[in-house]
């Protein structure tokens, strides 16, 4: 059984911080990973995809992932109230389907 | 907008009858999944098609789940004899058929079984 976890939150923080949001996973064939943000009654949005350990950065996001420790995470710099949302992390194995996380929930504060 | 479009967007119906989704990818897109999303969780992965072969079948998927992609184009997801417990976000995501692939999700069916 293939297994992400994720804090459910909620993740407060002022605006203009940064946002942390952390994940990991059980799997350790699994090879691509992602973020997605997800508003109220809205589907999920690809925000980051990382298939490498490191640093990922676009714009104010940042992904890091650490496949030793089975770990991703995504780093939402100067946040704003606009990304209050929940951030969904995904894992994949190949080209299957992905395994979602149950999410963190972000509220930006103004 | 991704690109992948999803009919009907909201659907209610009463329990026991038949409901069928559709879902057109993004055109270049040859690979099309299915999720359900319930209040408070991920997505969960329902099923997968190749351009018209169905490759996996998650054990979510019931015998009253049936879904097909004749053309390898658009998609339909159908739900027989509804129960309750099938209100949830029904979702579709198209990939390329080239490498991992990044998935695009449609707006979503929201279904509600009264």
């Known amino acids: 059984q293939k297994e992400v976890e994720q804090n459910s939150g909620p993740l407060s923080v002022p605006e203009g911080a940064i946002a942390s949001l952390n994940c990991t996973y059980s799997?350790?064939?699994?090879?691509?990973f992602f973020w997605y943000r997800q508003y109220s009654g809205k589907s999920p949005e690809l925000i980051m995809s990382?298939?490498?350990?490191g640093d990922k950065e676009d714009g104010r996001f940042t992904a890091q992932l650490n496949k030793a420790s089975q770990y991703v995470s995504l780093l939402i710099r100067d946040s704003q109230p606009s990304d209050s949302a929940t951030y969904l992390c995904?894992?994949?194995?190949?080209?299957?389907?992905?395994?979602f996380g149950t999410g963190t929930r972000l509220t930006v504060i103004p | 907008d991704t690109g992948v479009s999803q009919d009907p967007r909201h659907k209610i119906t009463k329990r026991g009858q038949n409901v069928t989704f559709r879902c057109d990818p993004i055109?270049?897109?040859?690979?099309l999944y299915w999720y359900r999303q319930t209040l408070g969780q991920g997505p969960e992965f329902l099923t997968y098609?190749?351009?018209?072969?169905?490759?996996?079948k998650s054990r979510l998927l019931s015998d009253r789940f049936s879904a097909e992609r004749p053309k390898g184009s658009f998609s339909t997801l159908e739900i027989q004899r509804t129960e309750q417990g099938d209100s949830a976000m029904y979702l579709c995501?198209?990939?390329?058929?080239?490498?991992?692939?990044?998935?695009?999700f449609g707006p979503g069916t929201r279904l509600t079984v009264l």
């Open positions: 055109s270049e897109h040859n690979r």
């Open positions: 098609f190749q351009n018209e072969a169905q490759l996996e």
């Open positions: 995904a894992v994949q194995t190949g080209a299957n389907n992905l395994f």
């Open positions: 799997d350790r064939v699994s090879q691509s």
């Open positions: 995501a198209s990939s390329t058929g080239t490498g991992v692939g990044e998935q695009f």
């Open positions: 990382i298939y490498s350990n």
